[in-house]
């Protein structure tokens, strides 16, 4: 059965820092891109950052471009979002995604909370 499963999230003062994992499992993990997307209230989906199958990364939000990290660890079949010095206007739902590398097909998980808050 294929999951992705994202944990990590929750409620975070301005300026603090987040990690979130999305762990794998059912599929060839190694073999997929993985990719972090956030979705505010009110606002479409947006790409934060893409890990390719060989470790290459971008971040392809320019708002946390200097502040959130993307990396993988495929022993684990895990994938990561470090976020720090986070802004309240980081709030959204993250979901975390695995693209084949090759074929196309795809992989959502259902996604965690982020609140930054006083």
């Known amino acids: 059965q294929v999951r992705l499963v994202e944990s990590g999230g929750g409620l975070v003062q301005p300026g603090g820092s987040l990690r979130l994992s999305c762990a794998a499992s059912?599929?060839?993990?190694?073999?997929?891109?993985g990719r972090w997307y956030r979705q505010a209230p009110g606002k479409e989906r947006e790409l934060v950052a893409i890990i390719y199958s060989d470790g290459t990364s971008t971040i392809d939000a320019d708002s946390v471009k200097g502040r959130f990290t993307i990396s993988r660890d495929n022993a684990k079949t895990t994938l990561y979002l470090q976020m720090n010095s986070l802004k309240s206007e980081d709030t959204a739902v993250y979901f975390c995604?695995?693209?084949?590398?090759?074929?196309?097909?795809?992989?959502w998980g259902q996604g965690t909370q982020v609140t930054v808050s006083t």
């Open positions: 995604n695995a693209q084949h590398r090759w074929f196309g097909y795809e992989y």
């Open positions: 059912g599929f060839t993990f190694s073999s997929y891109t």
